[in-house]
């Protein structure tokens, strides 16, 4: 499920192709689109806007321009929402002969 095409190897190597991380870099003008607290401004790294895990794709609408320090605080807020979603019960009907 590894995107970014077949040399991925894994859930975790979902780095951008060189060509697309330009054409992102380029499109958001080399600027931090995230803009959060230290936010470095200079761009040098492409994020999903909306997480893979989340339904987003490797569209070029879905990706952005960002900085290292906004980068790695989006992806620990991302990383929280993901092992919450793994440790929520998950409803399942009643067995029918309990009620």
């Keep these: 499920m590894a995107g970014w095409g ?24 080399g600027q931090c689109q995230v803009r959060g607290p230290r936010c470095e401004v200079v761009a040098v790294e492409v994020d999903h806007i909306v997480p893979v895990f989340e339904g987003g794709t490797d569209d070029l609408c879905n990706l952005q321009a960002v900085c290292g320090q906004c980068h790695r605080r989006k992806t620990r807020q991302e990383s929280t929402r993901a092992r919450a979603r793994r440790r929520a019960p998950v409803w399942q009907r009643p067995h029918p002969g309990i009620l």
């Design 6 to 29: 077949s040399k991925s190897k894994g859930p975790r190597s979902r780095g951008a192709p060189a060509r697309i991380r330009a054409v992102v870099l380029n499109r958001d003008g």
